[in-house]
């Protein structure tokens, strides 16, 4: 017998060994189960119902639907002003939040800066964007100073003439806040306002074309989403993957942040791809090490 074979038979059956002990058949399907188990868990209560604040908490689709241009509101300048001022020329970006948002709201306004600033089309130009505080406690210094902070970033010309920041009496906010289906609470406790993230894309006669939720918008899909308003387009109900700004765990008595359920899901989906890579592999291995014995007994018969 050829004693280098032998010696990387001896080496190969040692490794195959040490390799099946730790992550053999049984074990590995086991840890595959576990990890799909975790999955359908954690996706199970990433869909759940929220608990505590965000009962009540939500963002429905009402495609098509008018939003009422009679309401009044005071603009970043505290002069009176009435949402029919903003329309029948341009598409128009809603956002609603507030200025003294600790979580999503400042990532809602960023993204959506981020993702308009490579487009041609322009603030002031062929849209316009108009954020509503759902704080009626909110000034309209507030609102401009925030409003100036992503104007700045955005950094364009004529866009300070679009941008728009209005602020208002709880009966305006709340039937704004109903005719595109932002559902949101005030928690005295906290004093702070739970809401989901996004926005709404109205058509220039003030009608529902388009919602984007979540923190990341893209900015090819914005453009798309922009010009079928521009158009008057109605565009098809998206799948909803909202996150909130925080919700009530009942187990620890502690408000913490939603998005941590997401995260926990995106953790355990790595923890499967990354189980599934090494059973592939582990497979590979095993092939490999046949591969060498019958090269080996082949080698032996020869001799």
Not at 169 to 190: C, H
Not at 226 to 253: M, W
Not at 276 to 296: G, I, K
Request: charged share 20%.
């Amino acid at each position: 017998m050829n004693p280098v074979s032998t010696h990387l038979e001896l080496r190969s059956n040692r490794r195959s060994r040490l390799v099946r002990g730790a992550f053999g058949p049984s074990r590995m399907g086991a840890i595959l189960l576990i990890a799909v188990g975790l999955m359908v868990e954690a996706t199970s209560s990433a869909h759940a119902q929220p608990g505590g604040a965000l009962k009540e908490v939500g963002f429905d689709q009402n495609l098509n639907a008018q939003i009422p241009l009679t309401l009044k509101f005071r603009d970043q300048n505290g002069q009176p002003v009435q949402l029919a001022d903003y329309f029948g020329k341009r598409p128009v970006i809603l956002v609603m939040g507030y200025s003294n948002c600790p979580l999503l709201c400042s990532q809602v306004l960023g993204e959506v800066t981020r993702s308009l600033k490579p487009l041609d089309p322009s603030i002031g130009k062929d849209f316009d964007v108009l954020t509503v505080s759902i704080n009626p406690k909110e000034t309209p210094e507030q609102a401009d100073s925030l409003r100036r902070n992503y104007l700045k970033r955005y950094n364009r010309d004529g866009a300070e003439a679009g941008w728009h920041a209005l602020t208002g009496d709880e009966p305006s906010i709340m039937a704004l806040a109903k005719a595109v289906g932002f559902r949101y609470t005030y928690s005295p406790k906290l004093n702070l306002y739970a809401h989901a993230s996004g926005f709404v894309l109205l058509t220039p006669s003030g009608r529902i074309s388009r919602y984007f939720y979540g923190i990341e918008y893209p900015a090819r899909e914005l453009k798309y989403a922009l010009s079928e308003a521009k158009s008057s387009r109605i565009g098809s109900p998206i799948d909803k993957l909202v996150l909130y700004c925080y919700d009530f765990d009942p187990a620890t008595g502690k408000y913490t942040l939603a998005i941590m359920t997401l995260i926990r899901v995106f953790g355990v989906a790595t923890a499967l791809a990354l189980g599934t890579f090494l059973f592939v592999m582990l497979r590979r291995d095993r092939r490999t090490v046949l591969a060498s014995r019958a090269a080996n007994l082949n080698l032996f018969q020869e001799l």
